[in-house]
């Protein structure tokens, strides 16, 4: 005869979203190690004595334990790792850029309780180099953003042509086609980026951090503007949070 299942389980999270639920609890949407994306209800967590205390914000980095319920799952106990959002609250461009990187993993993450190992590290990685600032905050998110569309299956090609496969770089970039297109692919209304501006995109890609530092800043305007738009592209809508960050 088989154990019973426990319906109790232990991951290692970042909390991406919060809502309100009643008069004292919250929703709590995170980004696990193991099961992926869940939500979960934290009782009593907005009571001025809450065992939780401020443990289960946005980009608080836990060891959580919840419960399995119907609906929602129970978080039972919590362990704060690190909080990265405490961190860099007082830094607007910092603060706007991690609401970026934590609603596109979301929305990333669409299918609930399904395992998305490597994006819960890139998120993790990246609210990391946000808190300890070793790099414009800037390049940090273009480059969160670049490397979860390659999770996705949607990065684009910045060297050889993403139709034919012609032997680059190309001069024009389009949306539909996938990044870089040569000049008998490129379909209409394709952009023309500087060479540099995809060497740019190919080193946050490829973390080549030393290189995408010493980039112009005109590059990096024209960069994010590409990795914004093939990002709305292939999300079908735009973020809340991006009009909101802050571009130096």
Known sequence: ???????????????LRTQKLGEADRIITLLTKDHGRIRGV????????SKFGARLEPGSHVDIQMHIGK????VTQVEALRNYGEAITDDYQRWTIASAILETSERFTAQEREPAVQEFHLV????KALCDDRYDPALVLDAFLLRSLAIGGYAPSMTNCS????????????????GSVCLDCR???????AVETLKLMGDLLSGDWESASASE??????????????????????????PMVERV
């Open 1 to 15: 005869m088989s154990a019973p299942r426990s319906s109790l389980y232990r991951d290692e999270a970042i909390i």
């Open 42 to 49: 934290a009782k009593g967590v907005r009571r001025t004595m």
């Open 71 to 74: 609906t929602f799952d129970t």
């Open 124 to 127: 993790v990685g990246a609210m």
């Open 163 to 178: 139709r034919c496969e012609k032997e680059g770089p190309h001069r024009y970039f389009s949306l539909v086609g996938g």
């Open 187 to 193: 379909p209409s209304a394709s952009a023309t980026p």
């Open 217 to 242: 800043l005109r590059n990096r305007r024209e960069a994010n503007g590409l990795i914004t738009a093939y990002l709305h592209w292939h999300l079908e809508r735009g973020l809340r949070s991006m």
